[in-house]
């Protein structure tokens, strides 16, 4: 699971590139020589954490962030019970912004994913490329072809514990939470992993770094943070769901394609301006989405949001009915993991409007006190 969120402050984009799951794929032989090249790259760019700490040349604020990471790394593994391994006890430095750059296509007129499917992961709605250039050629093809696409830069990634994975140069120009929260959420997709559900997984391993960071904080007196940047992220991947939604209503519309065209450009400037009245509304000192707002927008550069929370609560629901216990939590993830993706997903809807009802109670029984 790659971690792009980088690019949109706040916003947790979703996108991966399961390298040993294209790696076990042979259908485009270019592409399989691509990702293990890149991979073997890495692999052999690896230094241990500690001998890097250890080196007098490196810099003392990058050393100070790599103690913090094993700090994580060991905190993990003993108090939220997520594997005990060589992961993240490795660093490369990259000499480039990003470790993959993911090509995300639509059709013209859709916001569904042009879908990636690989033996391993299912199918998911990227394709990840370790060189920059290549990923663009790529979403040229898909762009000759008619498709909206969206090229994005990705700081991390994780191979599902196939092999050791490092922490990058890439992940340490993120704040504290984001890079102990990131070593988190990648262990919990090691330990339970869905094939071809990305909304089961993102979800359950976002409560994992979720409710990890909580703990965490807590186990060494720290503040938890006023909730601001939260409430930011959700507002504005609420905004870009409410798009989508509507692009969506308007493809199936029956319109011809000029009509659906002026259509999409209509709703994608209206956006805009809903935009800019939140932000005035609520943030009016804070702009930070709006580079993203003001590019070029399509139906592919939409994909990546509201994959990390759509399951959130169900998952908080089954913490508390396991009283905090991490190993009864993670038992029951399994046995919803277990189920057919119909029924699992029909089973998440059911516990999902349980917790909004019970958010709803609450809400109404505090307004009367």
């Not at 990702?35 to 073997?40: D, L, N």
């Not at 979403?139 to 008619?146: D, I, R, V």
């Not at 830069?153 to 050791?164: E, H, M, N």
């Not at 988190?184 to 409710?211: P, W």
Request: proline letters at 4%; a positive charge.
């Amino acid at each position: 699971m790659n971690r792009p969120h980088i690019l949109i402050p706040g916003i947790r984009l979703i996108s991966s590139i399961w390298v040993v799951a294209v790696m076990s794929a042979c259908a485009d032989l270019r592409y399989y020589a691509h990702v293990t090249h890149g991979e073997s790259a890495l692999l052999l760019q690896r230094r241990s954490v500690k001998k890097v700490i250890a080196d007098p040349a490196t810099d003392p604020k990058r050393a100070t962030r790599l103690r913090l990471s094993q700090q994580a790394r060991q905190f993990a593994s003993q108090h939220l019970d997520l594997p005990r391994n060589r992961s993240y006890t490795y660093y490369v430095e990259l000499h480039r912004p990003y470790v993959v750059w993911n090509v995300y296509a639509t059709p013209r007129f859709s916001v569904d994913a042009v879908l990636q499917c690989f033996p391993i992961a299912g199918c998911v709605a990227y394709r990840g490329w370790f060189n920059a250039e290549k990923a663009k050629a790529s979403a040229g093809k898909l762009k000759t072809q008619g498709n909206d696409v969206y090229v994005g830069g990705v700081p991390a990634y994780s191979t599902l514990g196939w092999f050791a994975d490092p922490i990058l140069s890439s992940m340490m120009h993120w704040d504290n939470d984001e890079l102990v929260g990131t070593i988190f959420h990648e262990l919990a997709h090691q330990l339970i992993y869905v094939k071809g559900d990305t909304a089961f997984n993102e979800s359950y391993a976002m409560f994992v770094e979720n409710q990890g960071l909580k703990e965490w904080h807590r186990s060494r007196g720290e503040p938890e943070g006023d909730g601001h940047d939260q409430a930011m992220e959700d507002g504005f991947t609420q905004l870009v769901l409410d798009l989508r939604d509507r692009l969506k209503k308007r493809y199936a519309s029956g319109e011809d394609a000029q009509a659906m065209a002026a259509d999409k450009q209509r709703e994608i400037a209206d956006f805009r301006a809903r935009y800019a009245a939140w932000r005035d509304q609520h943030w009016p000192d804070d702009h930070r989405y709006d580079d993203w707002v003001a590019q070029p927008i399509n139906n592919a550069t939409l994909l990546p949001f509201g994959l990390y929370d759509q399951w959130v609560q169900v998952f908080a629901m089954l913490f508390k009915q396991a009283d905090g216990q991490w190993p009864d939590f993670y038992a029951r993830v399994r046995a919803l993991a277990k189920e057919p993706k119909a029924k699992r997903e029909n089973t998440l809807r059911g516990l999902l409007g349980s917790a909004a009802c019970r958010g709803r109670m609450k809400h109404k029984a505090n307004k009367l006190r």
